[in-house]
């Protein structure tokens, strides 16, 4: 299994940025994908998770009406699309992927992309 993350980068605060995670060697149709993220000196944190069928999706209360997380089964890919950025939204942006749901707990995650710094500038 692999999970790669990208589409980080530097951006103002009030800006946008679109993070993707291609993943392959997975039943990706079966699988709910998460994105979490890890500030410099803090635990990791869930940011949105999706689930399929439907989509049914669940995000953070930091980033509600912000951030929207989709996905393409076809492509096998996810996407955290970030609007209004703040500079507490810096960190590096993980996605992950699991069976049998989704959850805000990381730890319920066995498959890691490796992740992409997002730095949002005051």
């Known amino acids: 299994v692999q999970l790669q993350a990208y589409g980080g980068g530097l951006v103002q605060a009030g800006g946008s940025l679109r993070l993707s995670c291609a993943a392959s060697?997975?039943?990706?149709?079966?699988?709910?994908m998460g994105w979490f993220r890890q500030a410099p000196g803090k635990e990791r944190e869930f940011v949105a998770a999706?689930?399929?069928?439907?989509?049914?999706?669940y995000y953070a209360d930091s980033v509600k009406g912000r951030f929207t997380i989709s996905r393409d089964n076809a492509k096998s890919a996810a996407y955290l699309q970030m609007n209004s950025l703040k500079p507490e939204d810096t960190a590096v942006y993980y996605c992950?992927?699991?069976?049998?749901?989704?959850?805000?707990?990381?730890?319920?995650?066995?498959?890691w992309g490796q992740g992409t710094q997002v730095t949002v500038s005051s």
């Open positions: 992950a992927a699991r069976y049998n749901g989704v959850s805000s707990d990381d730890s319920t995650y066995p498959f």
């Open positions: 060697g997975i039943s990706f149709s079966y699988a709910g």
């Open positions: 999706i689930d399929w069928p439907g989509p049914i999706t």
